[in-house]
């Protein structure tokens, strides 16, 4: 499986930015892909996640109501994944990395998967 993240860049607050990752390879067990970020000297964080058929979505709560994610599919390409993020605040700042997840612990065959990471910076 391989990810392939495009889109972030510099923005003042209240801005939009769209990010976008092709989610290409071995995808058929693939159920679930979102979008994770970082910020300096902090952990890595879940932003939002979408499950492979695109029917149930997850945000965390300061980005609800300002974040969307959204999935494509393409018999030949794969997955895109999706983050359309508006009114952004300067807490949004980090690396963003986009993250595929297939199998579960229960059944001992989990995997993630992640992209490159993207830098987004908002400012004041």
């Known amino acids: 499986v391989q990810l392939q993240a495009s889109g972030g860049g510099s923005v003042p607050a209240g801005g939009s930015l769209r990010l976008s990752c092709l989610v290409s390879?071995?995808?058929?067990?693939?159920?679930?892909m979102g979008w994770y970020r970082q910020a300096p000297g902090q952990q890595r964080e879940l932003v939002a996640s979408i499950s492979s058929g695109g029917a149930r979505t997850n945000y965390q709560e300061s980005v609800k109501g300002r974040f969307t994610i959204s999935r494509d599919y393409e018999r030949n390409r794969g997955y895109t994944v999706h983050l359309q993020m508006t009114s952004l605040k300067p807490e949004d700042t980090g690396v963003y990395y986009c993250?595929?997840?297939?199998?579960?612990?229960?059944?001992?065959?989990?995997?993630?998967?992640w992209g490159q990471g993207t830098q987004v910076t908002v400012s004041s």
């Open positions: 993250n595929a997840e297939s199998g579960t612990v229960a059944y001992n065959d989990y995997a993630a998967y």
């Open positions: 390879g071995s995808i058929f067990s693939i159920n679930t």
